[in-house]
């Protein structure tokens, strides 16, 4: 079947000239045409997400267009009213991010839905934040997060501003199976697309009303104002969409000594100087780190290429830098807005912090000092988003934070992801309150370490490539259901939580129980005094994350919990791979 579906794209003139080119040059290679051509590209709960190039199991302007034409048929469905309102749409920096904007753009105006197009690049949040400004229908971005240099996507939103949740994905992803001919979706000539009023620009007017509201959520200004020649930030875009809206909101907070990283400035999406353009990684604070070093810098931060996600490295009082984690600048976030909402008399009774599974449960323990409850969803913020929309509707919590370990936080409800922008500020103005009264961001977390206890935690990541890296990934997950309580080498797992059956076990008693969180291909471990270890296939990439945390009464406590709780985990999977 994928022979023909190649011949097909090789052969018809609907495919333009350089994409049939590329194909003919890989004629001869059978498993590169399988890999391209052996399914479509999947619309999971994110939207597309892949390596760009031509074929049906990649990102190109015929996969975005096909994409696009089911999104419209599933707009339409919802009548004239919904067409009328229109779809935002912007795109990072990426390698054919503003031509795929487009795409989508005019494909949208083909149906008669109307497109707001952003004029050049933004970060996801601001995209966010702009489908509810404008009371669009829904929005689409085109980026691939963090991905590598060589992928691409296509992130779909409702109108609630936040990504679509797994039940209207699926209902989008049959409307674009429903797309049988792909040489039938041809997109607006632009200029008649803005003549007929469905192609309109949009930009500042946007902008300016986003950076107000980040503005809004300053907790200390005053502290700011004091501060400003004294604290020094380097900041680095990774040469993505963060650079424009971060230093704008940092400046008009009245941080006065941002420095950015001049060669990860400009927006570029080779991203020439790191082998992988994610804040999560220490290799993208190379440059950063270097120049902080020379300048003394308290706090180094760093975007990812859509500008969705924060890392953060903190001058220690030694004067050298220390790379935080996710989970680490979530806690230290949560803490800091609790603190100083309590000082100020505002913490209601019923606030709410929200987190995923998969992330650290320390921010249960600095919650409840301040008597705030936390929530969980499964993994993927757009659950978080869910919840705000939820609790907005029904007026029974307060949302306070939000965040997840793979550096995603969010303060505030007018954006319904994670948003950079916010953290940065956020994290900024905190070293500045922290710097005032001589300490730093590593100080606080060490205090709440010996306050709560030493939660540590650990991520892996098993990549398998292709149709068969598919097919082990299914195994894997098959196997570990078959030993749910076995091997687990005296480490101490109370619980175990399946949620693709929905049905958790107590280890100890043997009891059954149902759980709250819809279906997902996971399987959640609990450990004694908060830890847990959890399996799930990636929900954008062909791989296996294995997560691990821990809680000690002790940093060696917890770092030789740490290390056999990950041997015991990484061991067990590779028991597995053994069988293949």
């Not at 497109?115 to 934040?129: D, G, H, I, M, W």
């Not at 993505?240 to 230093?247: P, Q």
């Not at 990934?473 to 078959?482: N, S």
Request: glycine content about 10%.
């Amino acid at each position: 079947m994928y022979k023909e579906t190649y011949r097909f794209w090789v052969e018809n003139p609907y495919f333009d000239a350089l994409t049939r080119k590329e194909l003919w040059s890989i004629a001869a290679n059978e498993g590169e045409i399988e890999d391209r051509f052996y399914r479509d590209l999947e619309f999971g709960t994110g939207g597309l997400r892949g390596l760009i190039g031509a074929g049906t199991n990649r990102i190109n302007r015929y996969t975005v267009r096909r994409a696009t034409q089911g999104l419209a048929g599933y707009i339409a469905g919802f009548g004239m009213e919904a067409m009328a309102r229109g779809v935002v749409i912007a795109h990072d920096s990426r390698r054919l991010s503003p031509e795929l904007a487009e795409e989508a753009a005019l494909v949208l105006c083909t149906v008669g839905i109307k497109a707001y197009l952003f004029e050049s690049l933004r970060p996801t949040p601001v995209l966010s934040f702009a489908v509810r400004e404008l009371r669009a229908v829904a929005g689409v971005v085109i980026t691939a997060s963090h991905n590598p240099r060589g992928y691409n996507g296509y992130k779909v939103y409702w109108e609630d501003g936040g990504q679509v949740t797994p039940c209207r994905a699926r209902a989008i992803t049959t409307r674009i199976q429903a797309v049988a001919d792909i040489t039938r979706v041809v997109p607006m000539e632009r200029q008649q697309a803005v003549a007929k009023g469905l192609l309109v620009s949009i930009g500042e007017e946007i902008d300016r009303k986003y950076v107000k509201l980040v503005k809004g959520l300053a907790l200390r200004p005053g502290v700011i104002a004091r501060m400003d020649d004294s604290c020094k930030v380097v900041y680095s875009p990774l040469h993505g969409a963060g650079n424009m809206m971060v230093r704008r909101v940092l400046a008009e907070l009245g941080f006065r000594k941002v420095l950015v990283v001049p060669e990860q400035e400009a927006p570029d999406g080779e991203f020439p100087t790191v082998r992988y353009p994610n804040p999560e990684a220490p290799d993208a604070f190379r440059l950063a780190l270097e120049l902080a070093e020379k300048e003394q810098a308290d706090v180094i931060m760093a975007t990812d290429p859509d500008a969705d996600r924060l890392g953060v490295a903190c001058r220690e009082e030694d004067g050298s830098y220390r790379l935080l984690t996710g989970n680490q600048i979530g806690v230290l976030l949560a803490d800091y807005i609790l603190a100083r909402r309590a000082e100020q008399g505002d913490l209601p009774a019923n606030g709410v912090i929200v987190k995923t599974i998969a992330t650290s449960n320390m921010v249960r323990a600095v919650a409840r000092q301040y008597g705030i409850e936390v929530v969980e969803t499964l993994t993927g913020f757009k659950f978080i988003g869910e919840k705000i929309a939820e609790y907005e509707a029904t007026g029974e919590k307060t949302f306070f934070f939000g965040f997840e370990e793979s550096y995603g936080y969010l303060a505030g409800t007018f954006v319904r992801d994670k948003d950079a922008v916010i953290a940065a500020a956020l994290v900024a103005e905190a070293v500045a309150y922290y710097k005032s009264r001589k300490l730093t961001l590593g100080r606080v977390l060490e205090t709440l370490y010996e306050r709560h206890g030493y939660f540590l935690e650990d991520l892996r990541s098993i990549t398998f490539e292709g149709r068969v890296g598919q097919e082990k990934i299914q195994l894997i997950m098959e196997q570990l259901r078959d030993q749910l309580e076995d091997g687990w080498s005296g480490l101490p797992v109370i619980r175990v939580d399946d949620y693709l059956v929905g049905r958790g076990r107590d280890l100890v008693t043997g009891e059954e129980y149902g759980l709250v969180l819809s279906q997902s291909d996971v399987l959640h471990y609990h450990l004694v005094d908060g830890g847990f270890l959890q399996v799930r296939p990636s929900g954008t990439e062909s791989k296996i994350k294995l997560y691990v945390s821990v809680a000690g009464k002790s940093r060696e406590e917890a770092e030789t919990l740490l290390l056999e709780a990950r041997d015991c985990l990484v061991g067990r999977l590779q028991a597995i791979l053994g069988k293949f």
